[in-house]
């Protein structure tokens, strides 16, 4: 097995057992996590996909705050949508990153498809963000993301990655169906915050 077949074995174990454990609202899921994102970022810078280790860095961020809220026992936000102004705003707020960061890895460096490895990027910042916040939109970005990350892996022979990356997407539509149900019930409910 080739150190870069391992790598990718181990990076994508980190973030299985990472998704499961967040499944069971353990605090682990955080920081298996960040160890998780280290590899693939080394992963990433490896072939050629730097907008993809750059967009490790800032789930390492994201990680740290979220292994402290949950630390602190912060309680999440109620789920909600959000509106049109703001999606429009986040959309082209990520279609304008999207062709900048494109743009610069394009011109200054050797990234393989710099613009597809940057949509990767900036759609997941938005899909993170909108995550927190815990807005329904949250899950068609995420689809937006592992539908052009799924070829832009396989085609750097990422396999692995590439089928881990299918099962995110199923996974997104489930969170899409489940919490449209959730947010549903919480708008039938006059007692409960919507």
């Not at 730097?50 to 026992?73: E, V």
């Amino acid at each position: 097995m080739s150190s870069l077949t391992l790598l990718e074995y181990s990076a994508n174990a980190f973030f299985l057992i990472s998704v499961f454990l967040a499944a069971r609202n353990h605090r682990h899921t955080w920081t298996l996590g960040i160890v998780g994102c280290v590899l693939f970022a080394i992963l990433f810078f490896q072939v050629q996909l730097y907008a993809d280790a750059t967009l490790m860095l800032f789930y390492i961020c994201t990680s740290i705050i979220g292994w402290r809220q949950w630390q602190r026992g912060a309680s999440a936000e109620a789920i909600s949508r959000s509106s049109w102004p703001q999606l429009a705003l986040y959309l082209l707020a990520a279609v304008a990153t999207l062709l900048a960061y494109g743009a610069l890895l394009h011109l200054h460096t050797d990234a393989y498809a710099p613009f597809v490895d940057s949509a990767v990027l900036t759609f997941s910042v938005t899909a993170q963000l909108l995550l927190m916040k815990r807005r329904v939109e949250t899950w068609w970005f995420w689809l937006i993301v592992n539908t052009i990350a799924v070829p832009l892996y396989a085609s750097r022979e990422l396999m692995l990655t590439s089928l881990v990356y299918v099962g995110f997407w199923i996974n997104a539509c489930y969170g899409l169906w489940r919490w449209h149900q959730e947010l549903s019930k919480a708008c039938q409910s006059p007692t409960e915050p919507a």
